[in-house]
């Protein structure tokens, strides 16, 4: 096996093991890494010695911590000019298809979670039969402070999360930790951080059927006997705060929300952060985060992709996007200039248009 490979691949028994291997990056997921891995899974899926998928991180601190918009931006058009939207589709739908295949998958899927988890991280993370967080899970989806949405299924797990916690999170890009990923329904177990090889190995040694269904619940017996005490968890913060969430989001307009959430002016740190955070990003994002929790309410999980692919093409190619990853990843001043810049001067013609598809037939018709 080549160590030098962007995701590393193996075998403990019946077990079919795949380590996203990029750790100086914190896994970032790249095109290779999503064609590599989506492609695995599909020969995994026909092979009878395989019952059961593992996917990690490397190294210690991330499982992922999102996608390559360096490389994204770079390839995008300059605000103002001609879009070309060949790039980005590419990238969207490839790793949209291996997200839905994800969540699709008949076979069981242990995904640890260990360590930072955002973005294209938890695209991965959402659709697993088995998703397992740790005590040093760390989670967000903070595109807030870029010019996208929170995309990877986005508007189907944000959708699902208890109350009004989808609509917060997605507003404000807030950070939350595996306690909080339990409570929120984006996790089914906490185990310790440092046994992720020795659940491994027992999880090897499990004795599998040709049976899928019988094969989850093997994995749920192994994962359930490993598991932290609900003592032994971290606080929840999404729990501690769930009454005043829901208070902050309970407003008839997105720009109601917004002030409510921004003009937070008490003591806590958590909220003090995610209302700054808010008031710092993109006016365009707020908008799309509304509006794609409301238009995808009812939708299919394929169709959640499809509405999520035009997002994210259009926004790729908006100013607002190349100025927020400028300031924030490029030139690193953390001093981007929105045109325009407050959220009353989007205009319901902008929010349309990003729900708009530039292309005659969506890529992921076939889903």
């Known amino acids: 096996m080549d160590q030098n490979s962007p995701v590393l691949f193996g075998r403990r028994g019946a077990v079919a093991t ?3 291997n990029l750790p100086k990056a914190l896994n970032a997921l790249n095109l290779d890494m999503i064609d590599l891995l989506s492609k695995q899974l599909d020969e995994w899926a026909t092979d009878d010695s395989v019952a059961c998928i593992w996917i990690d991180g490397s190294g210690d601190k991330a499982l992922c911590a999102g996608g390559d918009v360096v490389t994204l931006y770079r390839e995008s058009s300059a605000y103002g000019e001609q879009p070309d939207y060949r790039s980005t589709t590419g990238f969207f739908s490839r790793e949209y298809r291996l997200d839905y295949k994800i969540h699709t998958y008949e076979k069981p899927i242990v995904v640890w979670g260990s360590g930072i988890v955002m973005g294209g991280g938890i695209g991965i993370m959402a659709g697993a ?14 595109e807030v402070t870029i010019g996208l949405f929170p995309d990877v299924g986005g508007s189907w797990f944000l959708n ?12 404000t890009g807030a950070q939350f930790n595996g306690a909080d990923a339990l409570f929120a329904g984006m996790a089914d177990r906490m185990l310790p951080a440092e046994r992720r090889e020795s659940v491994l190995t027992d999880l090897s040694t499990v004795e599998f059927f040709a049976d899928s269904e019988r094969n989850h619940r093997q994995v749920w017996s192994c994962l359930r006997r490993q598991e932290l005490s609900k003592d032994q968890l971290p606080a929840s913060v999404l729990w501690q705060h769930y009454d005043q969430i829901q208070s902050l989001t309970d407003g008839a307009t997105l720009p109601e929300v917004c002030r409510a959430i921004t003009a937070y002016d008490g003591d806590d740190k958590w909220l003090q952060k995610a209302a700054a955070t808010l008031a710092a990003g993109s006016p365009l994002t707020p908008w799309i985060v509304w509006e794609q929790l409301r238009r995808s309410r009812h939708l299919s999980l394929a169709d959640v992709f499809r509405m999520e692919l035009v997002l994210a093409v259009n926004l790729c190619a908006s100013g607002h996007f190349r100025e927020g990853v400028r300031a924030l990843l490029i030139d690193k001043d953390r001093n981007p200039h929105w045109q325009p810049a407050r959220l009353e001067e989007i205009t319901a013609e902008q929010v349309e248009h990003c729900f708009t598809a530039p292309w005659p037939e969506n890529p992921l018709s076939d889903l």
Request: charged share 15%.
């Open 18 to 20: 795949a380590t996203l």
């Open 129 to 142: 039969s088995h998703r397992v967080v740790t005590e040093t899970t760390r989670m967000a989806m903070p």
């Open 160 to 171: 699902h999360m208890p109350g009004r916690l989808g609509l917060f999170l997605g507003l």
